[in-house]
């Protein structure tokens, strides 16, 4: 489903150095496979995810979605997977805030090509639990309520895979559980691959694959190496 | 969804800031519609009396463009007369011959066709005398035949018809000379009807009022052309008003060389005798219009007298008065407008920062970079051309108000549809033209967008 092969991305700093944040010789997710990771801050956890959405361009190596290699695409190729394969939700501000929470979701499906399935759209509200909040724009929606609207936008396209970032740090532990457990089953639901990246040992300790990134991630061997 | 549900959206966002833009533009483009409009009023009544049913007007010389405006729209400075005689050379032979003696007095050659009668046979010509007012509206002396042989309208078509009354005649047992005729918006603001007498005064609208009244006959339909704004009374009552008889001797025309005639009416009142009077203009509409430059050249080698062409003489006017004005004004709201535009550009660029978090989240969710560009420039594109349809629909309401004011002043009838000019369609690629300017630098910007450094957290 998912098959990183020998990523590298370093970030040119302002004095013209680079820093590299990741070099990953090999990372690999089956369909349908729940995984977590963890890291310490400022690992390249959230540079590997964008890597992987294809956010950000990887200074080379391979990342292969779907048996898609969308490393070898255009950018406007990477949009159209990314559209129409990957869901992602982040740890804050996941939602326009001039938008509905049904059209939030619905936004999901405005850039895939042509499905604006209203019906979907209203079923994952409801699912998420916020099926008598449709209309209401994130400001009138709580922090738990919005994260879990973006859990429904995510899922709007039946992606093949879903990228989550620290979903649940910025909302209460009891809504915290609500949340994970509802992108676990949404996944399992569909048979939806899922990366999640948390702080939270409490939360990785659910998963049966619990990936550190300083295992797999060589660029720091490299680093010192060459230091 | 699609983008431009978003691009609403977005502009729904920043309501007061879209709104305040956008009436901004409306009132670009109500401007642009109101001096469209006002240009098709002004335009249209010049056109519409282009075409005066004559060929040439014969007076004074002098300006050629004042005589043409004192006798076509009868505005202006009152100008020199030219004799009688003028107006008799148009004439042929049995015509000259029947006028001199129903008027009576001394004149030169009696008995001959007058000089330029060749060129009018088959048309006609119609002596004017300028100069009294009525309130603050032109007092015409003519002859009944301004109503019987001038014709009026686009291609001079329509016959003067009365909405009550009749043509006045040259002398009748119970008004003797003093018959008068009303153009339309004379008889509403002066609050005349037939059976109503008036006095005239002389030289200006305050100038002082002569003894005589005349008796009003007839009241014109509108027509929309200048002649709703005069009163017409008969010639011969006019040159019976105090002050309105020859005061000095006329070169061209010396006493010694003319002789008497007799008048044949003596149970009519008696009107002034020929080498008393004067004219302001003679209409002239000659039989084939080939003449008309061939009697113009003739008349304009004498001394005192010109003929002009009235056409060329509006013509003229139109481009180097009238046109360049309009022009002028349409050239100031087509900068309001641009200056909206900028005023849209600054707004929508002021809000990119707000946004970038909101196109990352869209691109996050697959937007390409082309279609958050398309997001940014339909906003442009909603603001300015619903500005426009707002401010098109606000230009000709106004319009519409002040169509009955125009209507009564230049009896052009102004609906919705017929003052839509076709400039007006430039205005559609004009706005997405300046719409599209103004949202592609913002666009850009959000063309340009990080999303990895704009994604939350
Ligand atoms: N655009 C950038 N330019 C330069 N350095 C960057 C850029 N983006 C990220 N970095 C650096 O890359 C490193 C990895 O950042 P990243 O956000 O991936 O870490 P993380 O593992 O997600 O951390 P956290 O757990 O705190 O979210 C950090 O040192 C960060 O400063
Ligand atoms: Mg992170």
Redesign the pocket.
């Known amino acids: 489903m998912l098959n990183v092969t020998n990523l590298k991305k370093a970030?040119?700093?302002p004095d013209g150095t680079s820093?590299p944040?990741l070099h990953i010789p090999e990372f690999h997710l089956d369909a349908a496979e729940q995984a977590v990771l963890v890291?310490?801050?400022?690992?390249?956890?959230?540079?590997?995810?964008?890597c992987i959405a294809g956010i950000t361009a990887p200074d080379s190596g391979k990342v292969e979605i779907d048996s898609i290699e969308t490393t070898r695409l255009s950018e406007a190729g990477r949009d159209r997977v990314r559209a129409a394969k990957l869901g992602y939700v982040f740890?804050t501000f996941n939602l326009l805030s001039g938008f509905t929470a049904l059209e939030n979701v619905r936004l999901g499906m405005t850039f895939a090509s042509g499905r604006h399935d209203l019906k979907r759209a209203t079923d994952l509200l409801n699912r998420v639990g916020l099926g008598e909040r449709l209309h209401h724009k994130p400001g009138a929606l709580s922090v738990g309520q919005q994260q879990r609207v973006a859990v429904a936008r995510a899922l709007a396209n039946r992606p093949k895979l879903l990228l989550t970032?620290?979903p649940t740090a910025n909302i209460d532990p009891a809504n915290q559980q609500t949340i994970i457990d509802l992108i676990r089953e949404c996944c399992q639901a569909e048979g939806i691959a899922l990366l999640m990246?948390t702080?939270s040992s409490e939360v990785a300790g659910q998963f049966d694959r619990v990936e550190s990134?300083s295992d797999f991630n060589q660029v720091l061997e490299t680093a010192s190496a060459e230091a | 969804m699609n983008l431009l549900h978003i691009a609403f959206r977005n502009m729904q966002q920043r309501g007061l800031a879209s709104a305040l833009t956008m009436f901004s533009m409306s009132l670009g483009v109500a401007l642009v519609v109101v001096v469209l409009s006002v240009s098709w009023v002004v335009t249209e009544s010049f056109e519409r009396n282009s075409n005066v049913g004559y060929h040439l007007i014969v007076g004074s010389k002098g300006g050629a463009l004042q005589l043409a405006l004192n006798t076509v729209y009868y505005l202006s400075q009152p100008i020199e007369v030219i004799p009688y005689e003028d107006y008799l050379e148009l004439l042929p032979k049995e015509q000259r011959a029947a006028e001199i003696r129903r008027i009576g007095g001394r004149v030169a050659e009696p008995d001959r066709a007058g000089e330029y009668a060749g060129f009018t046979e088959g048309g006609f010509a119609i002596p004017l005398c300028l100069g009294d007012y009525l309130g603050p509206f032109r007092v015409v002396g003519t002859k009944p035949a301004f109503f019987e042989e001038l014709r009026w309208g686009r291609s001079s078509e329509n016959e003067y018809s009365f909405s009550s009354g009749r043509n006045f005649v040259d002398y009748s047992e119970e008004n003797g000379f003093f018959e008068a005729v009303l153009g339309s918006l004379v008889a509403k603001e002066m609050g005349k009807k037939v059976g109503d007498t008036f006095k005239t005064t002389h030289g200006d609208p305050e100038g002082e009022g002569h003894g005589i009244a005349f008796k009003v006959v007839g009241i014109l339909d509108s027509t929309g052309t200048p002649n709703d704004r005069a009163a017409f009374i008969n010639i011969e009552g006019f040159y019976l008003l105090e002050g309105h008889e020859r005061a000095y001797e006329d070169q061209a025309h010396p006493d010694e060389l003319k002789e008497y005639v007799e008048r044949d009416r003596a149970d009519e009142a008696e009107p002034l005798p020929l080498e008393k009077r004067d004219l302001t203009a003679v209409l002239v509409k000659v039989g084939q219009p080939l003449f008309a430059i061939a009697l113009q050249k003739r008349i304009n080698k004498q001394l005192q007298t010109q003929a002009i062409s009235p056409i060329k003489q509006i013509t003229d006017m139109l481009g180097t008065f009238v046109r360049p004005v309009q022009l002028a004004f349409l050239g100031t709201t087509i900068v309001v407008c641009i200056v909206s535009a900028i005023s849209i550009l600054v707004s929508i660029y002021n809000s990119m920062n707000e946004r970038k978090h909101d196109i990352a989240v869209m691109r996050a969710l697959g937007a390409r970079r082309d279609a958050v560009l398309m997001v940014v420039l339909l906003e442009s594109l909603l603001i300015a051309i619903g500005g426009g349809l707002l401010g098109w629909l606000g230009g000709h309401a106004l319009t519409l108000l002040a169509g009955p004011a125009v209507e009564a002043r230049t009896g052009i009838q102004i609906g919705f549809l017929n003052t839509i000019t076709q400039l007006e369609w430039y205005l559609v690629p004009g706005l997405i033209v300046l719409a599209t300017l103004a949202g592609i630098i913002p666009a850009f910007v959000a063309y340009r967008t990080?999303v990895?450094?704009n994604l939350g957290?």
Do not use: M, P
Not at chain 1, 39 to 50: M, N, P
């Open positions: 970030f040119k700093l820093l944040i890291g310490q801050s400022g690992g390249g956890k959230t540079t590997f995810l964008h740890q970032d620290e990246v702080h990134l | 990080n990895s450094q957290s």
